[in-house]
């Protein structure tokens, strides 16, 4: 079994989005290689991957507000529902809940998160930046 690995077809086109995306990868990468060799990764590295994944949320639902993105609901659905279950696993007390299998859904859920919906919205984004509407998007 291996996780997900930074490759050109992750890119959505959105630079601030693949740059945290990119440092999500490696450090889902990080935990993993920890895992297989034989040292549970830091709860810390768990806290790094939320808060970098929950700051391309924030980033990414801003934008779709701006750009007025018809599938906005739906993509911030699945954020929501992400963070519930993330918070269940990160529950104080949980310490050891940071199994390698739930960071194999994790990845699983970050990879297809990107190829579905993420790049959808880069796709969205680059037709306005290309029209000219999207001239003010940071
Ligand atoms: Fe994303
Ligand atoms: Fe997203």
Redesign the pocket.
């Known amino acids: 079994m291996f996780t997900t690995r930074w490759t050109s077809d992750l890119v959505t086109g959105i630079e601030d989005v693949d740059q945290c995306h990119k440092y999500v990868v490696k450090k889902i990468n990080e935990a993993y290689n920890c895992f297989v060799a034989g040292m549970p990764p830091e709860s810390y590295l768990l806290d790094e991957i939320l808060v970098y994944m929950s700051q391309?949320?924030d980033y990414?639902q801003v934008l779709m507000m701006e750009t007025c993105y018809p599938d906005f609901l739906a993509?911030r659905d699945e954020?929501e529902l992400f963070r519930e279950r993330m918070i269940d696993v990160c529950k104080p007390g949980n310490a050891s809940s940071l199994s390698i299998d739930r960071l194999l859904i994790l990845d699983q859920w970050v990879e297809r998160?990107i190829r579905q919906?993420?790049a959808k919205l880069g796709a969205f984004v680059g037709e306005l930046s290309i029209s000219g509407m999207g001239s003010g998007i940071a």
């Open positions: 391309c949320f990414e993509h954020h998160h919906c993420d």
